[in-house]
């Protein structure tokens, strides 16, 4: 017999008749009529090819088939409402969970207070850093990573966003640098050859696609696959970057470097936590992404 002959209802109904060995008192319990009752007694005797009970003295007598039933249908049905049951609160203190995220390495100053909080809450708790890759919706899909930080652009409808703030685009170089003697000017900005970041996704650089707008062009002097790896480059070099203040701010005092306004204005960077629908109701995650949530926020602010 196939199982989806079954219905999951009836197997409940006969599980009260056994216990009750009464068909009015099982009604009772399921919160069903007596008649409804007796008809699913009768879809199981036909089911199950048996007459499951029979009456003596007011009462239902279980024929064998029906006890050999009860106890590994009590344990299948208790174990089917553990599987079902609401997710149970997660417990910071107790609670065993890795927390996987993705974040820009310009954001690697913030690592240290970021991870600190979370394993100050939670001992248990596994933190795993990884760099923004290109195919990040389809990445949060399967979980690896299960959070974030990154423009809202890069991903698609099926990825939550929760913004944490967002950040203007300023001219970084390393002190004593000939530009940023003065005032810097557009014309003196462009005059030195600028450092970018390919995060290996089609999409335009900002501060590009803002000069491309505007007509005018700039000469490329490296092209690095991390920004922290060009911050360090242009501590020693004449090369000038672009990079989000305040974001790079705690970067640039460890390096040396200056931060100046962009000459010219350039569109924000707009970062927003990031995760897939799919995470939306687990506890574990929901706990997670409050912690990370609230500890980056005060960076934008």
């Given at each position: ?9 009836n ?7 056994l216990?009750?060995r ?23 005797r036909?089911?199950l ?10 009462r ?19 174990a ?6 609401p ?14 995220i ?21 001992p ?20 690896r990573p299960?959070?974030?930080i ?16 967002e ?18 000017t ?5 005059a ?8 290996g996704n089609?999409?335009i650089n900002?501060?590009e ?10 000469r ?15 501590s ?15 970067a640039?005092a460890?390096?040396?470097?200056i931060t ?13 936590l990031?995760?897939h ?6 506890p574990?995650?929901r ?15």
């Open positions: 017999m196939a199982l989806n002959a079954l219905d999951a209802a197997l409940v109904a006969l599980h009260l008749l216990e009750e009464h068909v009015t008192r099982a009604a009772r319990r399921l919160g069903i009529t007596q008649s409804s009752m007796s008809h699913r007694l009768a879809r199981l036909e089911t090819q048996d007459p499951l009970f029979t009456r003596a003295s007011g239902l007598l279980p024929t064998p088939r029906a006890e050999s039933i009860a106890v590994p249908l009590r344990d299948a049905l208790r089917l409402e553990a599987v079902v049951a997710s149970q609160p997660f417990d910071p203190r107790a609670g065993r969970y890795a927390v996987s993705a974040m820009p390495d310009l954001l690697a100053p913030l690592a240290p207070r970021l991870v600190a909080g979370l394993v100050a809450e939670a248990f708790v596994d933190v795993q850093l990884s760099p923004v890759v290109p195919a990040l919706s389809a990445a949060l899909a399967q979980g299960v959070l974030a990154a423009p809202a652009q890069l991903v698609d409808g099926a990825i939550i966003t929760r913004p944490l703030g950040a203007r685009f300023g001219v970084v170089g390393r002190r004593g640098h000939p530009a940023l003697r003065r005032p810097l557009v014309a003196r900005w462009l030195h050859p600028h450092v970018i970041q390919r995060l089609e999409q900002t501060v696609a803002e000069l491309l707008r505007r007509g005018l062009r700039r490329v002097g490296l092209e690095v696959p991390s920004f922290l790896a060009g911050l360090f480059v242009v020693s070099s004449d090369l000038l970057m672009n990079a989000p203040i305040p974001l790079v701010n705690e640039a460890k390096l040396r470097l100046r306004e962009a000459p010219l204005r350039l569109p924000p960077v707009r970062l927003s990031c995760w629908e799919r995470f939306r109701a687990d574990a995650h706990w997670a992404r409050e912690r990370v949530f609230e500890s980056l926020k005060r960076a934008f602010e």
